[in-house]
């Protein structure tokens, strides 16, 4: 997340949000599902284990089966819910690169091209030609049409950030009740302070509106002038020109190029099924590739919908409101008086509980425990975001009658179950031994498996959905909560 800051420092953003207030009027009362329920029960079968006792272990009841036949190739480090983006822009590039799209975009022709001069070098300089071409400057023009398929020209997705930004304003909505819930924990000063922030929060779409303008983007590699007769040395020349004129020039589409090309994170951020709270702009970011299959659809029950994307909504909201969100205003900017001393010593309280508690929890991948302290603003988050999204789907639920349709011969598990059961899928993951053992110490974000298994074990209406007993795995005695019950 921390990675976008960056970005928007340069202040090349548009600050465009897609959404206005809202209230639960027009979501609660529609019934969105359209999916026959042959493909529900498709979907679920090729994840749930009916071998595993959900009140034992509930991550591998609803990814087991998954797991078991999900196959990594010899490249791939990890597979997960959230692959599909990065996916769908290596077929885009691959059809770009053979030159699909060079009659539609004079700059990415002009990218293909000089990689064609590179394929021609040998050693040295031709790594350093691939190496140029594989920073922000050769990634970008492939960006910015990728982009500009999936979000400005498909009516598709922005039919969905629509139907997005009907939910986040009921997870706000959500959100704040729950807050005038907290009465042993907030003072009527923080609480207003906190209503107030999460009034401000919103969803902005600018930073891919930015990346998806093409106008800009090829008005900037006009500039680039290559010569089928220029040299390799004379092209990276002409490069280092190109970027020194981008970086002078005094107009602004011209400078904003500059700042998305060497930004090559943000870059990268564009591309993959992501969101991510910026705590200084107190704002949610949203990639195109995350309002899609499997985590989103207009066709899904919104049990599948609730438990999958709008647990990513209201972990972001939630963000807002973690050990280090607390110390910021509804602008974005730290504010010592936002949160009173009396509701920061008992934050803290709850926050060391759930930071004890994941220290002492290990995963079956590697042989170390998880690390309490790094990945505690996530683990907050995940906890948080259970609750009020649960809360929302039930509120869904008792709009509409009480029921959703049902889904062929899992009629047998409830509405609320499915949101469970969803939820789990949405952190199945398949990943390489060495992987997770080098990546772990440093990954704010808890092992999926354990991710599932502490939220759910610490809220109780879980439980109670599947009838765990206490003492059971996934109904312990001792409970951790900061933004529960």
């Known amino acids: ?73 010899r490249d791939e480090k990890i597979i ?61 023009p492939y960006v910015s049409y990728f982009l500009h398929k999936e979000f400005i020209k498909n009516k598709d997705t922005r039919r969905n950030f629509k139907i997005i930004g009907q939910m986040f304003n009921n997870l706000k909505n959500e959100f704040k009740l729950l807050l005038n819930e907290r009465d042993n924990m907030l003072d009527g000063m923080t609480k207003r302070n906190y209503m107030k922030k999460i009034d401000n929060m919103k969803i902005d779409t600018s930073v891919i509106i930015t990346l998806s303008n093409l106008k800009t983007m090829e008005e900037c590699y006009k500039l ?77 029950p919104m049990s599948y919908n609730y438990g999958s994307i709008g647990f990513i909504l209201g972990h ?11 110390h910021f205003d509804h602008e974005g900017d730290y504010d010592r008086s936002m949160t009173s001393y009396r509701a920061k010593m008992r934050y803290r309280e709850k926050a060391d509980c759930l930071e004890n508690q994941y220290n002492e929890e290990r995963n079956n991948m590697f042989d170390k425990n998880v690390d309490g302290r790094l990945t505690l603003r ?22 509409i009658g009480g029921q959703e349709k049902g889904v062929g011969k899992y009629k047998n598990y409830t509405d609320e179950q499915l949101f469970f059961i969803n939820f789990g899928k949405t952190f199945c993951e398949k990943v390489a031994d060495g992987y997770v053992r080098s990546s772990h110490r440093f990954d704010e974000h808890s092992p999926g498996e354990v991710r599932v298994i502490k939220t759910l074990s610490n809220y109780r209406p879980f439980s109670k959905a599947f009838n765990c007993m206490i003492g059971d795995n996934m109904n312990p005695i001792d409970k951790c909560e900061v933004w529960m019950y």
Request: glycine fraction near 6%; charge should be positive.
């Open 378 to 399: 996530e683990n907050i988050a995940d906890n948080g975001a259970i609750k009020i999204t649960h809360r929302a789907y039930m509120r869904y639920l008792k709009n």
């Open 80 to 140: 997960s819910q959230f692959s599909h983006g990065e996916n769908k822009f290596k077929k885009f590039l691959k059809e770009a690169v053979r030159g699909d799209y060079d009659d539609d975009s004079p700059a990415i022709k002009k990218i293909n091209y000089i990689k064609t001069k590179c394929s021609k070098l040998n050693g040295f300089w031709r790594s350093r030609c691939f190496e140029k071409l594989s920073s922000g400057f050769g990634l970008y």
């Open 1 to 73: 997340m921390n990675l976008l800051y960056l970005f928007y420092s340069y202040s090349i953003l548009l600050y465009y949000s897609l959404l206005t207030r809202g209230c639960y009027g027009f979501w609660y009362g529609r019934r969105y599902h359209k999916k026959p329920a042959s493909v529900i029960l498709n979907d679920l079968s090729k994840y749930i284990n009916k071998n595993e006792d959900p009140c034992d272990n509930f991550y591998k009841f609803s990814c087991g089966k998954w797991i078991d036949e999900t196959k990594l190739s």
């Open 316 to 326: 972001e909201i939630i963000h807002g409101f973690d050990n280090v969100g607390i």
């Open 224 to 300: 680039l002038e290559i010569s089928r007769k220029d040299s390799y040395k004379i092209i990276l020349f002409k490069i280092r020109f190109f970027l020194t004129r981008l970086y002078l020039s005094k107009k602004t589409e011209l400078n904003t190029c500059f700042k998305i090309i060497t930004n090559y994170s943000v870059l990268k951020f564009g591309i993959l099924a992501n969101a991510a709270y910026l705590v200084e702009h107190n704002e949610i970011i949203i990639t195109p590739m995350l309002i899609d299959k499997p985590m989103f659809s207009p066709d899904y």
